[in-house]
C-alpha cells in the first residue's frame, strides 16, 4: 500500500525531504507545506523555494486558496515547473487560517467550495487532489461534502479523519471513513493517528481499504515507519543519529544557525517519542538555542533506549 508523507511547516521542507528519501525511503508522495498564492498572482521567493522540484522525489505541492483565479495561477506555475499534480488544502484547521475562509474554513461554506471547483477543475493544467477533514463541526457533514466532492474529477480525496473544532484532539473518526470508502467514486486516502505498524497494517486491512495512507507525526517521529510498513528494517539509533546528523548538515548549508538549531531541534523533539525516559533531553532540546547546546541535547537523547514500539505519543 502506498504511503504519502503529510507536510509539518517548518520541518518537512525540501531538506527534510531530500534526508528521508535517502536515509529511509518507503514514501510514493511527499507533500509540501501549503503555499498561499495571493490576489496580486505572486508566490514570494521562500514559497517558490519550498515547492521546487525535486529530482527522483514524487513531489505534490499543496496550495491555499478560496478564489478560483489564484488557485488556477498556481496550478499553471506549477505545471510550468513540471509538476503534473497539485493538492488543494481544506483541511488545515489553524483559526488565522479558517478565518479567511481558507483551508477547512471552506467547510462551512458548500456553496463557496462548489463555485471554487466548478471555476476550476475545467480549466486545470494539471491533476488535482483534495486535503480534507469530515466536516467543520461535525462528522456527519461528510456524506454530504463526499457527494459534492464526487461531482468533480479530482485524483483522489485525502481526508483527515477529524472535524476542524477538534484539531487533532481525541480519537480519529475511523468509523465515519470507513463507511465512506464502500461509498465512494473517487479514491479516498486515509489520514488520521498513523503512528506505528500496526496501525498502519490495521487500515490495509479494512475491507475494502483505503486507497493509500498519509502520515505525518508518525512518520517525523519514527522516520523508518514506512519502511517498516512495507517490511523493511525497523528504527534504530545509529540510523538514526546519521539521519538528524543529516538534517542539521542540510539546514545549515541552507539557512543560519539559529534557524538550523530550531529545525533539528523541532524533529528531535518528534525523534524523541521513540526513546523511553525522554523527559529531560526533550526540556534540553525545548531551551537549545545554539549549537553545542542542540548537540548536547542529542547526545543525551541517544543516551535513552529505543522503546519496544517506537512512534509518535500525542502530548497531553
Not at 479516498?188 to 475491507?207: I, W
Not at 523541532?266 to 523511553?276: D, K, S
Not at 541535547?297 to 522503546?307: D, G, H, M, Q
Given at each position: ?257 539559529n534557524v538550523a538549531v530550531a529545525r533539528t531541534a ?51
Amino acid at each position: 500500500m502506498d504511503v504519502y508523507f503529510a507536510p509539518l511547516e517548518g520541518v518537512t521542507d525540501a531538506v527534510y525531504r531530500r534526508v528521508h528519501a535517502q536515509r529511509f525511503g518507503g514514501v510514493t508522495k511527499y507533500f509540501t507545506p501549503f503555499v498561499s498564492p495571493t490576489a496580486d498572482l505572486r508566490l514570494t521567493p521562500k514559497e517558490l523555494r519550498a515547492i521546487a522540484p525535486q529530482a527522483g522525489l514524487f513531489v505534490v505541492p499543496q496550495l491555499l486558496a478560496r478564489e478560483p483565479e489564484p488557485l488556477l495561477w498556481a496550478c499553471g506555475a506549477l505545471a510550468g515547473m513540471g509538476y503534473a499534480e497539485a493538492n488543494l488544502n481544506l483541511g488545515c484547521p489553524s483559526g488565522t487560517v479558517t478565518a479567511k475562509g481558507k483551508g477547512a474554513g471552506l467547510l462551512r461554506d458548500a456553496e463557496r467550495l462548489a463555485r471554487l471547483l466548478d471555476a476550476v477543475c475545467p480549466r486545470l493544467p494539471l491533476r488535482l487532489s483534495v486535503k480534507t477533514r469530515l466536516g467543520y463541526a461535525d462528522p456527519g457533514e461528510f456524506p454530504a461534502l463526499l457527494k459534492l466532492l464526487s461531482r468533480y474529477p479530482l485524483e483522489e480525496i485525502i481526508v483527515h479523519a477529524r472535524t476542524r473544532e477538534e484539531y487533532y484532539r481525541g480519537a480519529p473518526h475511523r468509523d465515519v471513513f470507513l463507511a465512506a470508502l464502500k461509498e465512494s467514486r473517487l479514491p479516498l486516502v486515509y489520514n488520521g493517528d498513523l503512528f506505528t505498524a500496526r496501525d498502519c497494517e490495521a487500515m490495509q486491512s479494512a475491507s475494502p481499504a483505503p486507497a493509500a495512507l498519509m502520515i505525518g507525526r508518525g512518520l517525523i517521529a519514527n522516520p523508518a515507519l514506512a519502511r517498516e510498513f512495507a517490511g523493511g528494517a525497523p528504527i534504530d539509533v545509529p540510523s538514526l543519529r546519521g539521519y538528524v546528523d543529516a538534517l542539521l548538515e542540510g539546514w545549515l548549508a541552507a539557512h543560519p544557525p539559529n534557524v538550523a538549531v530550531a529545525r533539528t531541534a523541532q524533529a528531535l523533539r518528534y525523534v524523541a517519542c521513540c526513546f523511553e525516559g525522554a523527559e529531560k533531553p526533550v526540556k534540553l532540546l525545548r531551551k537549545a538555542k545554539t549549537l553545542p547546546a542542540l548537540l548536547e541535547a542529542e547526545k543525551r537523547l541517544f543516551e535513552c533506549a529505543l522503546r519496544k514500539e517506537p512512534g509518535y505519543i500525542p502530548e497531553t
